[in-house]
């Protein structure tokens, strides 16, 4: 099975600050990954496909990059709203299907 | 508008046996693979389940492979997760979700495994 090492586990960072996580596979998933925003109560949103594609609606501040096995996540300036947990996911393989272990990300 | 409805969920006794089902609008529901992901309480996503849009392709996590069934009835536009011999640790709000593309999620049914 791939394993996704996502980190860090939590961040703590100010209004208008630049984030980034970070997602390592344990073997070559291509481009096959997806970034998901998850608030309290809520299902998880799907924030960027195929590791770099913004979902529709999704705003620009939001970006990823990445393929092979290193992926990254990036908010290029928070907002108090952009607070929740944020995990990866990959798909190489639809039936066998990993998630990252989240990072909870809260405004300091 | 895609719209997943999850339902089933409860409060069982280990041992026991609970059914999930997941009904589908929106969208051509024979068209898309379907899965379940599961989040125990305060805890991450974890990918239960998932189903080819045909039924011939399926997949579980190791941790539920041979107590859980995945299936589906593409005529009535409904997915299910047959869960047997439930543990404590099988406790978590199950989401089903719409494959290719997964955007499209349901609000999730929280199942509890207790005595």
């Known amino acids: 099975d791939i394993q996704m090492t996502q980190s860090p586990s939590s961040l703590s960072a100010s209004v208008g600050d630049r984030v980034t996580i970070t997602c390592q596979a344990s073997q070559d998933i291509a481009n096959y990954l997806n970034w998901y925003q998850q608030k309290p109560g809520r299902a998880p949103k799907l924030l960027i496909y195929d590791a770099s594609n913004l979902d529709t609606g999704v705003p620009s501040r939001f970006s990823g990059s990445g393929s092979g096995t290193d992926f990254t996540f990036t908010i290029s300036s928070l907002q108090p709203e952009d607070i929740a947990t944020y995990y990866c996911q990959q798909y190489d393989n639809f039936l066998l299907i990993t998630f990252g272990q989240g990072t909870r990300l809260e405004i300091k | 508008e895609v719209q997943l409805v999850e339902s089933g969920g409860g409060l069982v006794q280990p041992g026991r046996s609970l059914r999930l089902s997941c009904a589908a609008s929106g969208f051509n529901f024979d068209d898309y693979a379907m899965h379940w992901v599961r989040q125990a309480p305060g805890k991450g996503l974890e990918w239960v389940s998932g189903i080819s849009w045909n039924s011939n392709s399926i997949g579980y996590a190791d941790s539920v492979k041979g107590r859980f069934t995945i299936s589906r009835d593409n005529a009535k536009n409904s997915l299910y997760l047959q869960m047997n011999s439930l543990r404590a640790e099988d406790t978590a709000f199950y989401y089903c979700?719409?494959?290719?593309?997964?955007?499209?999620w349901g609000q999730g049914t929280l199942v509890t495994v207790s005595s």
């Open positions: 979700a719409k494959g290719d593309g997964w955007a499209n």
